[in-house]
């Protein structure tokens, strides 16, 4: 897609959604009163305000509510920065790329918050881009791993790693320790993710395999689809050793469930958004044995801040915590040590001291942000087992 119509038409929808809420702001907002707002609110106020936008209903309501988990928690054992008590003001972005836009420019004009978490799900937070890029509101994405996300905009960080990354990690997972050789792939043709983490597979399968016929077929769906068969039918006429299907964890396990009622028994492999209880629930024993990559594992705590956050989390939740949850946790935590060394509350200097982040110590291991606002992470790869989340390795960053 040409990038310059993307961002046009994107700013065609923001204008239309400010005209149709009646909020009566322009986006041309002159700079002066932009800082002079923040000026007085950083001399006279005693709160300040982070915005989050997560999906808290619909389809990707699940991954939402769990980064929320570790937002909260992480904003219960760290309510104070610069003497200041931290108010989180949070949106329901409804798992919607309109309903995300709308959700960051009311954070902005209406609560105006000095800076903002999230969102799970790329298409979302890609969704809110153009706007904290033009409002100059430094953001923490939690888990959007599309490398879009932050492109382009030095507002724009996150916490997690990149799809080049996690494409690579699984890519050479399903080579090198399930002996693949040939792959079919499922994607969702209406996230980002799951087209753009496909094409990472695709690159480095190909690369691995020294074969460029090693892609059997790409077959595609879109978001809401729960009947597979015909596809199914289609997969099964088809000679692979695996099948890589990254896409929202309700679609993906009734993909597999459909799969192996149809005698499909080859591996079935995926990436991050499948690591949530709602997989397991749907996919029930079908997805026994199910393989995906992601950010964090309870099992094997990276650093100290690791063994506080789930000391933490199973005192106020009563589980063992999840990827989501750590990765919530530490875009709060990564925020906040922003805030503190640059002394102030004004968003322009939290971007600066976001951008010479080194080496924090967060719950998911050590984070860097590099030059584009990613951050050097390492990966796990987890498969179920017995209904459950389990570890199965640890993968080392790659360093630019």
Same mark, same amino acid.
């Given at each position: ?188 043709? #209406?996230?980002?993710?799951? %087209?753009?983490? &496909?094409?990472? /597979?695709? =690159? !480095?399968?190909? +690369? ?89 594992? #309870?099992?094997?705590?990276? %650093?100290?801040? &690791?063994?506080? /956050?789930? =000391? !933490?989390?199973? +005192? ?85």
């Amino acid at each position: 897609m040409n990038i310059m119509k993307g961002k046009a038409t994107l700013w065609t929808m923001i204008l239309l959604v400010i005209s149709c809420l009646g909020i009566g702001y322009k986006i041309k907002i002159p700079e002066k009163r932009l800082t002079d707002s923040w000026e007085i609110e950083e001399k006279n106020g005693g709160i300040i305000k982070i915005g989050v936008f997560e999906p808290l209903t619909g389809g990707a309501a699940s991954g939402g509510e769990m980064t929320l988990e570790g937002i909260q928690l992480a904003n219960e054992l760290f309510p104070e920065v610069l003497g200041k008590k931290i108010e989180l003001v949070i949106e329901d972005n409804k798992s919607d790329k309109l309903e995300a836009t709308k959700a960051v420019i009311k954070l902005i004009h209406e609560d105006h918050v000095k800076a903002i978490i999230g969102s799970y799900g790329s298409s979302l937070s890609m969704a809110a881009g153009e706007v904290v890029k033009k409002f100059k509101i430094p953001t923490v994405g939690c888990s959007p791993t599309h490398p879009m996300v932050t492109f382009n905009n030095p507002y724009y960080f996150r916490v997690c790693f990149v799809d080049p990354f996690q494409g690579t990690v699984i890519a050479n997972y399903a080579v090198k320790e399930l002996g693949a050789k040939k792959a079919i792939i499922v994607q969702d043709m #209406a996230q980002d993710y799951s %087209t753009g983490l &496909s094409q990472y /597979f695709i =690159e !480095a399968f190909i +690369k691995l395999t020294g074969d460029v016929e090693s892609i059997v077929s790409v077959i595609s769906y879109v978001s809401g689809e729960q009947d597979f068969r015909e596809k199914l039918t289609e997969i099964r006429d088809l000679k692979a050793d695996v099948i890589f299907a990254p896409g929202n964890y309700i679609e993906s396990a009734v993909f597999i469930k459909q799969a192996r009622e149809m005698g499909i028994n080859i591996p079935i492999i995926g990436g991050d958004t499948w690591e949530t209880p709602t997989f397991i629930e749907i996919g029930g024993e079908a997805v026994e044995g199910a393989i995906f990559s992601t950010h964090f594992t #309870a099992e094997v705590p990276i %650093t100290e801040r &690791s063994n506080l /956050f789930l =000391e !933490a989390y199973r +005192k106020k939740y009563n589980r063992e915590a999840n990827a989501f949850s750590a990765l919530g946790f530490d875009a709060y935590m990564v925020l906040i040590d922003a805030i503190a060394r640059a002394n102030s509350a004004n968003p322009e200097k939290i971007r600066d001291a976001l951008a010479n982040t080194k080496n924090f110590e967060g719950a998911t291991g050590k984070i860097t942000l590099d030059h584009n606002g990613n951050a050097t992470k390492s990966a796990i790869i987890k498969k179920v087992e017995k209904g459950q989340f389990k570890y199965v390795t640890f993968v080392e960053s790659i360093h630019p």
